[in-house]
């Protein structure tokens, strides 16, 4: 036997059982007591339908109390939590439970239907039951007691996240309750704003690696309130930020942008905020500055769903003067910008970047080679690439497959994207490659901006500020917002594959 992942709940259950774990929506409020009782009784549940410890579950739906007490109540037993991504189709559904497995899948009733055409679809996904997450409803204010604690060992699996799968079949990585655990303890050590009792939101999926693992074990173990939304709205998040007082908010560009041009941001109290953090895609300087105009510094992170979600903050002492860096990692977490040949790069010298520490995945599900070639003597190979300063600071540079090779030249999309989100107008961008019959590669940008905006401006912007090879060489500029992955990312190679499409229909 050994701790499990969950034991942070009954511990503050029994410290502080009055204190908020949760609020959902600005409405459901529900304490430490309440949550450990629920989510006892959803173990008992789990427990009826002969789930056993090692095995898996699927869950898919949007955000809601009951998929977070579902998930908490499966690990609670020593069942594997495998979330579901709620954006997927059946096909794509059907791949993630033939992959792993589950012995059921629970599903919200806006997700009812796909999933039953992914169980359908296949022989390795039909005969797997589907149940209703709406279940775990009529369980809330029972307390029927823990259930018999599982046998598990720290190096059990705990929660099986599936990637995004942009470019491949998605792979589902691996967090132990021991991996698990480290997660928590390691951004402990280095932020004092994750504390007990801190207020933490929460504005993207459920679904994710930043849902289940980094805003319901994280807080939950740490004693903090949670403060989750069905979705995200900017100006009832701004609402959210000031009248809770919240503390801790992590999120994408687009979270950030978004409640910026809203015209309640002017007089927003946002003065509670202490640790603000921004990941997953590079932030317009605009944006930075009319949050530190507020008195918010909003710090850059760095992280992937095989390291844990986040595995280094740009500290605050660097964040105003150093605001595109990313840190040098935390106490355990150590991090490097390498050669292909696996030499450590000079300062300024691009490279990729690869990580090592106790929270670092310990494998991909069911694939081992893929696990082999990621990670070498210890090291993670994360694909993005970054540069380091003298002191060992980094900068993300762009994903090693993203960058594109034009006449010899390697260029970064995420530097003609910093250079066309300046442009007035400009709300979106995401810079691809096309194929060009001189070069072999051309950068082709899509746009998505005002009524106002113009192709000619920013390739005008472009020619001011590039040089000639990093030029677009074609502006597409679309009227609607440009498409979101769960995880708040802009899914360039997708993006990519309909420029292709619509090209050969010209």
């Known amino acids: 036997m050994t701790e499990l992942c969950t034991d942070g ?10 204190r908020l774990a949760i609020v959902f929506d600005g409405t459901d409020r529900v304490t430490y007591a309440e949550l450990d009782a629920w989510t006892d009784a959803a173990a008992h549940w789990h427990l009826s339908q002969g789930l056993q410890p090692d095995e898996r579950i699927g869950i898919i739906g949007g955000n809601s109390l009951e998929w977070v007490v579902s998930a908490i109540g499966a690990l609670k037993l020593g069942g594997v939590v495998v979330p579901l991504n709620n ?21 919200d009733d806006a997700h009812a239907e796909p999933m039953a055409a992914a169980l359908a679809g296949g022989p390795g996904a039909q005969g797997v039951k589907q149940f209703a997450l709406s279940e775990f409803s009529v369980l809330r204010g029972q307390n029927p007691g823990p259930v018999a604690r599982p046998t598990a060992g720290p190096d059990d699996i705990a929660q099986i996240v599936y990637t995004s799968g942009t470019s491949a079949r998605p792979k589902g990585v691996i967090f132990t309750h021991r991996s698990t655990f480290n997660l928590i303890a390691e951004m402990a050590f280095a932020e004092p704003a994750l504390r007990p009792g801190a207020r933490m939101i929460y504005l993207l999926s459920m679904s994710g690696a930043p849902g289940l693992l ?24 701004l609402r959210r930020l000031a009248d809770e007082k919240i503390q801790v908010f992590c999120g994408v560009p687009v979270l950030f942008e978004q409640m910026m041009a809203r015209p309640e941001f002017a007089d927003a109290d946002l003065s509670s905020l202490e640790l ?12 930075l500055q009319g949050w530190l105009a507020k008195g918010v510094l909003i710090r850059q992170a760095y992280g992937m769903t095989e390291l844990g979600g986040l595995s280094t903050i740009n500290p605050a002492e660097r964040a105003l003067d150093h605001r595109e860096q990313i840190g040098r990692g935390t106490v355990f977490n150590r991090h490097r910008v390498v050669r292909p040949d696996g030499t450590d790069c000079d300062p300024g010298e691009p490279g990729e970047i690869i990580v090592a520490g106790p929270g670092v995945t310990p494998g991909y599900w069911r694939k081992e080679d893929a696990y082999a070639e990621a990670m070498k003597d210890g090291w993670f190979h994360s694909g ?10 980094i900068q993300i540079v762009d994903r090693l497959k993203d960058m594109i090779i034009s006449g010899g030249y390697n260029i970064a999309p995420s530097e003609i994207e910093a250079v066309i989100a300046d442009v007035p107008g400009v709300r979106e961008v995401c810079v691809i490659s096309a194929d060009d019959p001189k070069f072999g590669e051309a950068p082709v940008a899509i746009v998505h901006g005002d009524e106002s905006l113009t192709a000619e401006a920013v390739l005008l912007r472009c020619k001011e500020k590039l040089a000639g090879y990093k030029q677009p060489r074609e502006v597409v500029l679309t009227p609607a917002p440009l498409e979101r992955m769960a995880s708040g990312k802009i899914p360039r190679r997708k993006i990519r594959d309909n420029y292709l499409e619509q090209q050969k229909e010209r």
């Open 87 to 107: 954006r997927f189709t059946p096909d794509e559904l059907q791949y993630l439970v033939e992959d792993s497995e589950p012995r059921y899948v629970l599903a």
């Open 276 to 287: 603000v953090t921004v990941a997953a895609a590079r932030v317009q300087v605009a944006t």
């Open 384 to 393: 993005d690439v970054g540069v380091r300063d003298e002191d060992g600071y």
């Open 9 to 18: 709940i009954s511990y503050w259950a029994r410290q502080a059982p009055d």
């Open 214 to 237: 980094w805003h319901f074990l994280h807080p939950l173990t740490r004693g903090m309130t949670q403060f989750y939304e069905k979705a995200f709205d900017p100006e009832k998040t």
